[in-house]
């Protein structure tokens, strides 16, 4: 083959490296012609069978087909073209030789050269061009061009050298568009027979050509040959010579066409019925296999999706301020889908001082504009608008959707950042609506997580998992280890997991089969050890089943496991995971929380360019970051954030009054100043620059959660704001360095346990180790859909708090105190579950007549109360809470009775459909924050937290720290202890006084 982007002179046959199939033709032919000669002129020498000849000779006319056709291979053809081109109409502009500009569009376009169609009639006969200009969104591509011919009222042009960035913009232009890619109809579908005869034809040329009969074509290929040796040749001559090539080509391929078809059904008579019955099975199978990959282009219509601007994470209305006001709002588009329509509607209000003919909202997707919308004064109080959004516009992966305001109050000069400039878009009530149609794909292991999970996708995963019968503790923790994966892989987007038991679901779904367990509709080889495959739903011919097999337990758990972990090169749509290890990951280890053995970069955590921002206000730049959630500092205040941060230094800034403002989590935490330094003006530097300044910043404990979001607010104030003075900057730059770190060495791994918010927030203590090899779930004999749910989206949240997969979790549904002695244990089912009195025995709740009630306060804990509490941590306030609700749910933390470093944590629920609830209000801000203490009940929309049980130490914090801090916590016996300490401290003084005081008085006496 020729080499990507090389050129060819002229046609030619590789006869080198063909030399083994042309040795493989002549023995194929020499063996046929010996067959047939000792059968029809040597009968009584050979006692040749007429059946088997006709067999023998059939097979080997096959092979010498496919032989023929791999010969052809060797046929280099002339390459005159460097680059591929892509036929698209792309408005452009021309300049012409004579310095006229006239308007043309695109026929075709590569990276070398396009055509173009220009208008018929032209101030100037010569229809050279020597540039032409393209529009790239808020850009204009100038790319210089060489005329190479012009055919009728077209040009054909080849672009010259071009430097790096303009070649960029060429790239994106060209090669960036979805129509260059994507194929614009489904292929079609090819017959076995059908195939054959392609074959044949393509025999049969080659062999005209090895023999030399193919005189038309050489004719033809020797005026192409002259003709690049002649450029100067007219182009009349060029398109009557193309007409009839063409012509002639078309003759020559009907004739080979009809001796091809000849060639087929002489060959399928010769082959008997054997060959019949072979053609047909291969193109039964040729179609299926089409079928199979084609199933997207038949029910590509129907899908849609609303997208509220609050589902693309816009968490307030959104308000633009200024003459350019802008608000960037990114958004996903999975890759297996094309979106056929999109119409984006606008529920929006504005100022009615700013002037009908100049102001006006401008929208955009992915830098393009998509339409322009006048705001007048009539309409200022608020209107629904509706912009119809071209599909092309939308890529696969990332998309960005950019309002931009702008804004005139005054026809001469005005104050950018009037108050009077301003407009306002709703979030709840503004939407995308999205058609899409599949793209057709065939069942591959390569592309997982494809199609369970894309990047791209804005609404929250909704994926079944489907069970053959009731899942035992193989399934469940094969299970576990998925749902961890997907919802690492959701996050933020949320998720449901939702269990289907004995059949299929529409759509996606995981599927978990043992030995001997099957599923109605689904056929599959059975496992013959740890595997994963794909294939198509047989319940939804657009959904794709993803199926974890195993002999056993321990098989279905490593093939769930290896799929989670991505462990080998997947491909095709089955392979085993025999041998394959899993990995075992040290307590805090995971993936998500910042290290606290050394300073992290936020460049390590994030996209450096997401530190960056652009205008006069750039608005916030946030940095999330995740931490183990029992970080403890004290006596220290919190981690430290070492900030290094850049911004502009000019003339039109305030140097005095512009600051960066610090946030962790909503809280304020310090403004940094933007002034440089301050012997600047005295060196002289009056032109702009950008200066770097270095700040040290504490990150408070009580602000910090195992979520964590630190904010950066650039406030740049203009210096001169008076009318008509100055011109404010276009494009200013701001940027935290990427290089500042958070620093959280000085911190121990300790915490006062039970604490429910670290659970909420991050799974703790289980995700301490990220597979959760220290964690042992707790079920009821037959656990109900609801709760294996529950159980489901749990792991899904241990998941994403961490980024590793559960797959070293442990299910049981009886209390072992062994097994338990060394694990955390996780509870989740019915409040009966809570009548194991073994393992309830320290809990704030106990189970008794059918119901639970608050456990009564032992002694030592009623003496501690005397020294502080609220009712907070009153059994008396709780229990009216647990005793009217109706329908127990809620969460429950107290110390494991089998290690006094183990935590137990049971989620209860006494109707099924409240456990799924419990778990996904966690995802819910407001009411994680509600989730604290020991005891957390659901009470109307929220959570009522209470700390009712015994509290102790989980880390490794030193013991008088524990004692120094216990302290610390309570200022009335602090003040017991202070008052003691100078009893003790003042009464050796006290006596040593007294004793001098009683000696000088008895000494005065005896002087007496």
């Known amino acids: 083959m020729t080499d990507k982007g090389s050129l060819l002179d002229k046609t030619y046959f590789d006869w080198a490296i063909v030399k083994p199939h042309l040795i493989c033709v002549g023995i194929i032919v020499a063996g046929m012609l010996m067959a047939i000669s000792k059968w029809a002129f040597f009968p009584y020498m050979f006692n040749i069978q007429t059946d088997t000849l006709v067999l023998n000779l059939a097979w080997a006319m096959f092979s010498l087909i496919i032989l023929i056709a791999a010969i052809a291979v060797a046929r280099e053809t002339r390459q005159a073209r460097q680059d591929i081109r892509i036929p698209v109409k792309l408005p452009v502009s021309a300049y012409l030789q004579s310095g006229h500009v006239v308007p043309a569009t695109t026929l075709d376009i590569s990276m070398g050269g396009a055509a173009l169609a220009l208008p018929e009639e032209l101030p100037v006969k010569d229809r050279s061009v020597r540039h032409i ?45 979805a129509d260059a890619w994507q194929p614009v109809a489904p292929r079609e579908s090819v017959t076995g027979l059908r195939s054959l005869a392609d074959i044949i034809l393509v025999d049969l040329v080659t062999l005209k050509r090895m023999l030399r009969l193919n005189f038309a074509e050489r004719r033809a290929m020797r005026q192409a040959e002259a003709d690049n040796d002649n ?22 391929k009907g004739k080979a066409a009809r001796i091809a078809k000849a060639a087929a059904i002489t060959g399928a008579l010769l082959l008997g019925t054997a060959g019949i019955f072979f053609g047909a099975s291969q193109s039964h199978a040729a179609t299926a296999s089409a079928r199979e990959a084609t199933p997207a282009a038949l029910e590509g219509d129907g899908l849609t999706d609303r997208l509220t601007f609050e589902d693309l994470r816009v968490t307030t209305p959104i308000r633009l301020l200024g003459t350019q006001g802008e608000m960037g709002i990114p958004f996903g588009m999975r890759q297996d889908r094309v979106v056929t329509k999109a119409t984006l509607v606008l529920q929006m209000a504005w100022s009615p001082s700013m002037l009908d003919d100049l102001s006006q909202l401008v929208v955009m997707l992915n830098g393009e504009v998509v339409d322009t919308l006048r705001l007048t004064r009539a309409n200022a109080q608020g209107r629904i608008v509706r912009v119809a959004v071209n599909p092309a516009l939308f890529l696969p992966g990332d998309n960005q959707l950019n309002l931009r305001l702008i804004g005139h109050y005054a026809r001469d000069c005005e104050d950018p950042f009037h108050s009077a400039l301003w407009a306002n878009i709703s979030n709840t009530r503004s939407w995308l609506d999205v058609e899409y149609a599949r793209l057709p794909y065939k069942p591959d292991l390569a592309r997982l997580p494809l199609p369970f999970f894309d990047k791209g996708q804005n609404m929250p995963l909704d994926m079944p998992f489907v069970f053959a019968g009731a899942p035992g503790r193989g399934e469940l923790e094969a299970a576990a280890a998925s749902a961890s994966w997907l919802g690492s892989l959701a996050s933020y987007r949320g998720f449901t997991f939702k269990p289907v038991i004995g059949a299929l679901p529409r759509g996606n779904a995981i599927v978990f089969l043992k030995s001997g367990q099957s599923l109605p509709g689904l056929e599959i080889a059975p496992a013959q050890g740890p595997s994963a495959a794909v294939v198509r739903n047989p319940a939804d011919a657009g959904g794709t089943l993803l199926v974890l097999m195993g002999r056993n337990n321990g098989e279905l758990r490593l093939a769930a496991s290896a799929v989670a972990i991505g462990k080998g090169v997947f491909g095709g749509a089955r392979m085993s995971f025999e041998g394959v290890r899993i990995p075992v990951w040290d307590r805090y280890s995971a993936l998500r929380w910042v290290s606290t053995e050394k300073p992290v970069k936020l460049g390590e955590i994030m996209e450096p360019y997401a530190l960056q921002g652009m205008g006069i206000r750039p608005g916030p730049i946030s940095a999330r970051f995740r931490v183990a959630p029992d970080l403890f500092f004290w006596p220290r205040q919190g981690g430290r954030l070492n900030l290094g941060y850049r911004y502009p230094v000019a003339k039109w800034m305030d140097r005095r009054a512009s600051r960066l403002d610090v946030s962790l989590n909503g809280q304020y935490l310090k403004t940094l100043g933007l002034g440089g330094d301050w012997w600047d003006g005295l060196l002289g530097h009056a032109s702009a620059k950008s200066h770097d300044s270095e700040a040290t910043l504490t990150l408070p404990r009580y602000t910090m959660f195992g979520q964590n979001q630190v904010t950066f607010d650039y406030n740049m104030i203009i210096a001169d704001k008076k009318k008509c003075t100055g011109t404010l900057p276009e494009n200013v730059h701001v940027s935290v360095d990427p290089n500042s770190t958070i620093d959280l060495t000085s911190a121990y791994h300790a915490i006062q346990m039970p604490d ?39 792991m899904g949240r241990f998941g994403d708090s961490t980024g590793v997969p559960a797959t070293s979790v442990t299910v049981a549904t009886d209390v072992d105190a062994d097994a338990l002695s060394a694990q955390d244990v996780l509870v989740v089912g019915g409040t009966a579950l809570a009548g194991h009195e073994e393992l309830f025995e320290g809990s704030p709740l106990r189970f008794a007549g059918g119901r639970l009630s608050v456990s009564e306060r032992s002694m030592l804990q009623n003496v501690a109360a005397l020294f502080g509490g609220t009712e907070r941590d009153d059994p008396m306030a709780a229990e009216p809470v647990i005793y009217n609700a109706r329908g127990f749910s809620g969460i429950v933390s107290f110390r494991s009775p089998f290690a006094s470093d183990r935590t137990v944590v049971a989620l209860l629920a006494d109707s099924g459909p409240a456990l799924p609830q419990l778990v996904e209000g966690m995802a819910d801000a407001k009411i994680n924050a509600m989730i604290q203490g020991d005891l957390s009940v659901t009470e109307g929309d929220g959570m009522a937290s209470f700390a009712l049980g015994e509290r102790y130490w989980s880390g490794s914090l030193p013991f008088w720290m524990k004692i120094a801090y216990w302290i610390s916590q309570r200022p009335l016996l602090l003040g017991v202890f202070a008052l003691a300490l100078a009893v003790v401290l003042a009464s050796p003084a006290y006596l040593y006084f007294r004793r001098q005081a009683q000696r000088r008085l008895g000494a005065e006496d005896d002087n007496a």
């Open 756 to 794: 429910l918010a670290t659970f909420a927030s991050a799974g703790f203590p289980f995700t301490v180790s990220p597979d959760l090899s220290q964690t042992t779930v707790i079920m009821g004999e037959k656990p109900s859909t609801a709760a294996i749910r529950a159980f489901l989206e749990l």
């Open 231 to 252: 450029p100067a040749s007219s182009a009349a001559d060029a398109e009557k010579d193309s007409a009839s090539k063409a012509e002639t080509k078309g003759k020559e």
């Open 133 to 177: 200009t393209m529009s790239m969104g808020n850009e204009v591509l100038c790319i210089p061009v060489e005329t190479m011919r012009t055919q009728g009222a077209n040009t054909y042009v080849r672009f010259e050298k071009l430097d790096i960035l303009a070649g960029r913009h060429l790239v994106r232009a060209v090669m960036g568009r």
